[in-house]
């Protein structure tokens, strides 16, 4: 049995080490417990009384959240905060952390990337030389870049740095977000049905929600150009996978490329992985070695503000704060 005031549990982690959080933590009079949490019940058996409590992927659903005796404050490795039950947790006045701002190059650099890659059809041609045919002409028609349109769906910190990298490559870029009423001169606001119908590349950056889940389903996809990309970097069930197999199969778009999927990993059987105009990449996105630096450290002193009884940098559920 531990002597130390605090008792903190990292229900799950794919990092290699928890040094970092380790070292931060050790400021106060604490005991740090890393476990390989997948379920609710997994959760529940070892961080009921935890005081505070770092996350990755494990389900806080309001059964685990109800199960949770003491905890102030639960902080995610990460910017979503969807396998968290926030009203469940403002109920029980448990702060919700996250880190909204660790990975906006490298995330906007990915996309920007899959942008390009689908625009010149990189993958198809090293695909091509690799199974012995030197031939330019197999992804025919490529088109000039320069005065294309980007349509972004959501206008958050990652977004508006693919707009800023896009412009600097003559892109024009248009977005939608029905919670921005200002932009700077980078972008244009526009409708959903324009950005849908004006796009040559639409990149996804919205949270997952109920009301955006699926969020490019059959209807939307039928909207967009022939010659357009879907893009996502933001998570995966925001694209319905059987609509987008029928629309890259039977040609109501070009292409599409994306760092997310609906099941991680997926199914290896999952025909999208057949087809010749997808792109995947395994969700890797948010990574370089500074932003895993930066991740880790800041959902640690989450933690650690809380503690000392300070606010953390980002509050995800701010109505605790005034109770």
Not at 84 to 109: F, K, L, R
Not at 278 to 301: D, G, M, N, R
Request: charged share 25%; with cysteine.
């Amino acid at each position: 049995m531990s002597n130390k005031k605090f008792k903190i549990i990292i229900t799950d982690c794919d990092h290699p080490s928890v040094d970092i959080e380790r070292n931060i933590l050790s400021k106060i009079d604490s005991e740090l417990i890393l476990e390989s949490c997948r379920t609710e019940d997994d959760v529940i058996a070892v961080a009921s009384d935890a005081d505070a409590i770092i996350n990755q992927y494990a389900p806080f659903t309001r059964k685990v959240i109800n199960s949770l005796q003491k905890c102030k404050v639960i902080s995610r490795y990460g910017v979503g905060v969807d396998n968290i039950d926030i009203q469940a947790a403002t109920e029980h006045n448990i702060i919700v952390a996250n880190v909204p701002d660790y990975c906006v190059d490298e995330v906007s650099t990915h996309a920007f990337s899959l942008i390009l890659a689908c625009a010149r059809r990189i993958t198809i041609l090293d695909r091509k030389i690799r199974a012995q045919k030197w031939d330019f002409t197999l992804v025919k028609p490529l088109f000039r870049t320069q005065g294309q349109t980007i349509g972004l769906f959501g206008l958050g910190r990652i977004a508006r740095m693919v707009a800023q990298k896009a412009t600097g490559f003559g892109f024009k870029v248009i977005a939608y977000d029905p919670y921005i009423s200002k932009v700077d001169d980078k972008v244009e606001l526009v409708s959903l049905d324009r950005l849908l119908s004006d796009s040559d590349f639409i990149s996804i950056h919205a949270p997952l929600t109920e009301e955006t889940k699926h969020a490019f389903a059959e209807k939307k996809l039928k909207m967009m150009k022939k010659t357009a990309y879907l893009i996502n970097t933001s998570r995966g069930p925001l694209v319905d996978e059987q609509a987008l197999y029928v629309a890259l199969k039977e040609g109501w778009i070009a292409g599409a490329a994306l760092d997310v999927m609906e099941k991680e990993p997926p199914d290896w059987n999952n025909p999208l992985l057949a087809l010749q105009n997808l792109i995947v990449t395994p969700h890797i996105s948010f990574y370089s070695e500074e932003s895993y630096v930066e991740l880790k450290t800041k959902t640690a002193e989450a933690v650690l503000a809380v503690l000392r009884g300070e606010i953390p940098r980002s509050v995800v559920n701010p109505q605790v704060l005034k109770s």
